[in-house]
């Protein structure tokens, strides 16, 4: 049971570039989000996922698209890169009462 | 969405108990408290969940007094290994999902 998994590790973009974060998980949890970290901070809600087929925005989804087409897998997209999404993006999935965080990808974009 | 206030930071020594204070004043009737522990490059963990009175596991106590108004969390004898961000979240049975993450108490445990 590896609970829950991200990657890559670290990534660095130029601005204007796209790329996919990926983020599984094998608990077969119905609810899925993306977090970002900027240094110092809390952790703000990208997007989240209720189930496979359903998602919805958090408070920062600007720049960001997902999708859920498993339970297993909710990866998260940016578009075009901006050197304001430089950032620890977590993604989690949750039971009924607990969040199951992943170790995180650390992005730069420069 | 119940706005949570934390103090910014903590000190404290090794063996001591340290409680941290979250006040959460708009809570809800179906909300429950939850608070996560984070250390540095890793995700937050689960440490506790209450709705009312008192909760206790492993790891942490939880007081939650009758107006709800805020909760405290109580950590026995601390360790240098518990120097870590403390987060308070409010929220539904289903807490998590479109709860805010505050700033979080930073808590630094000196031998």
């Known amino acids: 049971n590896a609970g829950v998994t991200q990657t890559p590790k670290f990534q660095v973009l130029k601005t204007g570039q796209s790329m996919t974060l990926q983020c599984a998980q094998d608990?077969?949890?119905?609810?899925m989000s993306w977090y970002r970290q900027d240094p110092g901070m809390g952790l703000r809600l990208i997007h989240y996922?209720?189930?496979?087929?359903?998602?919805d925005q958090g408070e920062v989804p600007n720049g960001y698209n997902v999708s859920r087409s498993t339970t297993e897998d909710f990866p998260l997209r940016l578009l075009s890169a901006a050197p304001s999404q430089t950032s620890v993006y977590f993604c989690?999935?949750?039971?009924?009462?607990?969040?199951?965080f992943g170790p995180g990808t650390r992005l730069t974009v420069l | 969405l119940a706005k949570t206030t934390q103090p910014i930071s903590m000190d404290s020594y090794e063996g001591q108990e340290v409680n941290i204070t979250c006040s959460h004043n708009?809570?809800?009737?179906?909300?429950?408290i939850t608070w996560y522990q984070q250390f540095p490059s890793q995700g937050p963990r689960f440490i506790i969940q209450g709705y009312k009175t008192k909760v206790t596991n492993e790891v942490a106590s939880l007081f939650i007094p009758a107006d709800r108004k805020s909760s405290t969390l109580s950590l026995p004898r601390v360790s240098l290994s518990d120097t870590a961000v403390y987060y308070c979240?409010?929220?539904?049975?289903?807490?998590?999902?479109?709860?805010?993450f505050g700033a979080g108490t930073r808590l630094f445990v000196k031998a």
């Open positions: 989690a999935s949750r039971s009924s009462d607990t969040q199951y």
């Open positions: 996922s209720v189930g496979a087929g359903i998602t």
């Open positions: 708009n809570i809800a009737t179906n909300d429950y």
């Open positions: 979240l409010v929220g539904g049975a289903l807490v998590g999902f479109k709860t805010i």
């Open positions: 608990m077969n949890h119905e609810y």
